[in-house]
């Protein structure tokens, strides 16, 4: 009963519960933070997909998510196509650009990966402020706004239900995944290449799913950003949000998708926070990123499955009745007990 109450499923219908009734009561700028919220629960999910369960060591992320803005609005601005056509296609623009990042890693990995998709970050970032008649440069542009035709809601709440229900489809995707076969092929992959590769595994299948998986999902938060924003600019996806998604994830916790949900919520509440206070967020991040890596790499998540029960993620599928028994102790190890 108490695994019920303070477990993982417990708590991340507790998160998806709360982040829908924020705007029947919240202003409009805690309903852009909350927005925020859903929109780095999706990059986290994304990324650890890429680092977390696959294991590629990749700095491309905050790239992706400028690809699937950029996508989105400049489709709406140079061709005047709706969001609804716009934002699945710059999601998909992102996806295909991330898959294409798995080519260098079928020959390159850890630091090496590492710097390779750091340089591919920064040439995106340096053609979205210099291809000035296609970008608009380092001064951005603003797209369209919305046509939400027929919606009950408008304006902040459309964007934001429309936020909820794909953080809560993705999450669900991302969470099937790591508990079919293709999860625990990313994990084999993580763990050792060659042992995996001679398990029959298929690298290059699995390392393009992993980047094209991780690029769809901060595309898709890419072209959700520019509907909640209303603008998109380069300096939205720059190193300081490449560092910012990496805390994200190793504050919640690398390898859990519950621990995504944690890192997406904690760090858009400390970004808040430092703002508040106004002390330099670089500073903040940074530090944290280095406490964390030094004393708990693992995240917080690692704490919650060491002190609470239910909170373990076993990474393949397995019905209730068979996990309960798995939990519970056989008839005769607790008769012997109580002996």
């Known amino acids: 009963m108490l695994g019920h109450l303070v477990g993982r499923r417990a708590f ?20 852009f933070v909350a927005n925020l919220m ?16 696959a294991g590629q060591l990749a700095f491309a992320n905050a790239a992706m998510y400028g690809i699937g803005a950029y996508g989105t609005g400049l489709l709406m601005k140079h061709f005047a ?14 996806m295909s650009v991330g898959t294409l990042l798995a080519l260098p890693a079928l020959r390159l990995s850890g630091i090496y990966l590492a710097l390779t998709t750091l340089a591919f970050a920064q040439f995106t970032l340096w053609l979205m402020m210099h291809w000035t008649p296609v970008t608009f440069g380092a001064g951005g542009f603003v797209p369209p706004p919305i046509d939400f035709g027929s919606l009950p809601v408008s304006g902040g709440q459309a964007i934001y239900f ?11 995707v991302a969470k099937h995944t790591m508990e079919s076969p293709i999860g625990r092929a990313f994990v084999a992959i993580r763990d050792r290449e060659i042992a995996a590769q001679s398990l029959g ?3 290059l299948k699995y390392k393009a799913l992993a980047f094209a998986m991780s690029g769809f999902f901060a595309g898709a938060a890419g072209a959700l950003y520019a509907g909640v924003l209303g603008f998109v600019g380069p ?41 508040e206070i106004a002390f330099p967020i670089e500073i903040v991040f940074g530090g944290l990123l280095l406490l964390f890596m030094l004393f708990q790499p693992t995240g917080v998540v690692v704490l919650l499955k060491r002190w609470l029960p239910g909170w ?10 068979v996990r309960r028994a798995a939990t519970e102790p056989a008839p005769a190890a607790a008769q012997a007990g109580e002996d």
């Open 201 to 203: 595994i298929d690298l």
């Open 12 to 31: 991340c219908l507790a998160v998806f519960a709360f982040l829908f009734v924020i705007p029947f009561g919240a202003n409009q700028y805690f309903l």
């Open 162 to 172: 429309i936020s909820w229900v794909v953080c809560l489809l993705l999450f669900f």
């Open 38 to 53: 859903i929109l780095f629960i999706i990059l986290s999910l994304g990324l650890n997909l890429l680092i977390g369960f």
């Open 235 to 275: 300096e939205s996806f720059d190193l300081l949000q490449m560092v910012m998604h990496k805390a994200a994830v190793v504050l919640g916790g690398m390898g859990s998708i519950a621990g995504s949900l944690i890192g997406g919520v904690l760090i858009v509440v400390l970004q808040e926070g430092v703002k």
């Open 312 to 321: 373990q993620e076993p990474l393949r599928y397995a019905p209730r009745r």
């Open 81 to 94: 196509l709706p969001y609804w056509f716009s934002a699945p296609a710059g999601t998909l623009i992102a």
